[in-house]
């Protein structure tokens, strides 16, 4: 298995709503990455995950809670989004710890809309 | 912070011209990897260059970074419709900074 499966592909929220992004690898990478992508940007590195610990968060709103259950699966869990959260959320892995010798796998994304 | 700046930001070429797009820093870069993402997909790893003055190919792709490990670039030859896309230089290597260039869209017609 090479692949990073996200869940769900599409979501629409409202602004009250709690929902939670899901991704999952079993290549055994022990970096895991959350990644935000608007339209016609590069992506912007949101959260880092190395060996289950975060290690890197790059000053994102309370309202996106990242959690790492175990080596294989990573969430993050939204709550009072706004508007301009909708985006395509992207999750990544590596292998080794997080900017080492190897490339990222990405996920197909979650393309979010908040409402 | 260290930015590192793509250009061009968009090129339009016609197929079977070359093409080339160009990644700029004003910092030392550590690693050097490159992305492609098709229209409405993801990023896909194309490759790694580590060494200054590293050369690599794949098949009609060409990578290079410079001598001072400032700069980077990618070649593509005779170019065809399946390459279109947006191409990212992502600067890695360290835990702290793990930054996506600007990227280049490409699109490429008959």
């Known amino acids: 298995d090479t692949e990073v499966t996200q869940t769900p592909k599409h979501l629409v929220m409202g602004m009250t709503n709690k929902k939670s992004l899901k991704c999952e690898q079993h290549m055994g990478h022990r970096a895991m990455y959350w990644y935000k992508q608007k339209a016609k940007k590069p992506p912007e590195l949101m959260f880092v995950?190395?060996?289950?610990?975060?290690?890197i968060n790059e000053s994102v709103p309370s309202r996106f809670s990242p959690e790492c259950p175990n080596s294989s699966l990573l969430n993050l869990h939204l709550h009072a989004l706004q508007p301009e959260d909708s985006a395509l959320y992207l999750c990544a892995s590596s292998q080794g710890r997080p900017g080492g010798a190897y490339g990222y796998t990405f996920g197909s994304g979650t393309r979010l809309t908040v409402v | 912070g260290q930015q590192v700046m793509q250009i061009p930001q968009y090129q339009h070429v016609q197929e079977g011209e070359d093409f080339t797009t160009y990644c700029n820093s004003s910092t030392t870069l550590s690693n050097i990897q490159w992305y492609k993402q098709r229209p409405g997909g993801h990023p896909v790893f194309l490759i790694q260059l580590v060494k200054s003055g590293e050369v690599k190919k794949q098949k009609r792709l060409t990578f290079q970074f410079g001598e001072a490990k400032k700069n980077s670039s990618l070649h593509i030859t005779a170019t065809q419709t399946t390459d279109v896309g947006t191409y990212f230089c992502?600067?890695?290597?360290?835990?702290?900074?793990?930054?996506f260039g600007t990227g280049t869209r490409l699109q490429v017609t008959l």
């Open positions: 995950y190395s060996y289950e610990k975060l290690s």
């Open positions: 992502v600067n890695t290597g360290t835990a702290s900074k793990l930054t």
